[in-house]
């Protein structure tokens, strides 16, 4: 009788933190999910091209259940629609199968259809700390070419901040006197605080001479400037995961603990409102999403 032999200690380990390694990366993937961080067709995507990555091994059921607004009882009458066993991984469904769950995604979700038509009126938006202002500060340093707007807001200079070269900083009563004499193209209470706008006058006459002009601006005046230009490409940019968000949030230490809940709370709405966007810009690498930025303002002026 052959005794059976244990693996070693260290290996047992190894094994260990790997398994927990892929429950977290897992547990990530259906945060990113649920605050739409990430598209369930992006999901199913990398399931595909990799059937052991967190998407690969990603269990069907806890990936419909991660999805915004279904539940178990939903969950089990989409399986069975779809004729997908609870016990199938993403990386392991049939082809099939994947169709069948890939034209259901499809039929559910809103996702952007960009227009082929580009204007030279880029606006960037995003969610709370997702890194617009940083984006926008590259661009501008190494796109001189590109006109980036600057705000006007009621809030007081954050260290470092230059009057004039980040935002114009101004009082509760120039921002009403701007506002009646219809000088801001858009604005906003942000976060239920202070107010940010944009100074028409220079971006109308950047726009008149042929240039290129980006707006790095809140939600709320996105969809005003769409409202007084329709033909203005909005630009949606993505933090790389839920989890990174909440680090960068966490990490610029210019928010009291109240005040992070209450943005991350309002950053969900605004991620639930990137379909409305005309494309998306994931920034992992400030320089790669400035180059897709650039990209878009380059395309608007051929």
């Known amino acids: 009788m052959t005794e059976s032999v244990r693996p070693p200690e260290v290996d047992r380990v190894a094994a260990s933190r790997k398994a927990v390694a892929a429950r977290r990366a897992r547990a990530s993937l259906k945060r990113d999910l649920s605050t739409r961080v990430v598209t369930p ?20 059921p806890e990936f419909l259940t991660a999805l915004p607004a279904i539940g178990e009882g939903k969950r089990d009458r989409i399986l069975q629609e779809l004729q997908i066993s609870p016990v199938k991984r993403l990386g392991g469904l049939g082809s099939r199968q994947k169709n069948a769950l890939q034209a259901w995604l499809d039929e559910r979700a809103c996702e952007p259809k960009p227009r082929p038509d580009l204007s030279n009126l880029v606006v960037l938006a995003g969610p709370t700390a997702v890194g617009k202002g940083t984006v926008a500060a590259y661009i501008r340093e190494n796109h001189p070419d590109v006109l980036l707007s600057v705000s006007a807001t009621t809030r007081a200079p954050r260290e470092g901040e230059v009057d004039g070269q980040h935002y ?3 009082d509760d009563a120039e921002f009403d006197r701007m506002i009646a004499q219809r000088e801001l193209l858009e604005w906003a209470t942000v976060h239920g605080v202070h107010r940010y706008g944009t100074p028409r006058g220079p971006i109308e006459r950047a726009l008149a001479d042929g240039r290129s002009v980006l707006l790095e601006i809140d939600m709320q005046g996105a969809f005003q400037v769409r409202a ?26 210019t928010e009291d603990e109240a005040e992070r809940t209450r943005r991350l709370r309002t950053a969900k709405d605004e991620l639930a409102a990137q379909g409305e966007f005309d494309f998306r810009v994931v920034n992992e690498d400030v320089a790669e999403a400035a180059r897709q930025v650039v990209e878009l303002l380059q395309a608007s002026a051929r």
């Open 41 to 60: 067709q992006e999901v199913l995507r990398r399931a595909g091209a990799d059937a052991t990555s967190a998407a690969g091994t990603l269990r069907v």
């Open 168 to 170: 114009y900083f101004v």
């Open 228 to 253: 007084s230009d329709p033909s203005a490409t909005l630009v949606f940019l993505l933090p790389p995961s839920w989890d990174e968000l909440v680090n960068r949030l966490v990490g610029r230490g």
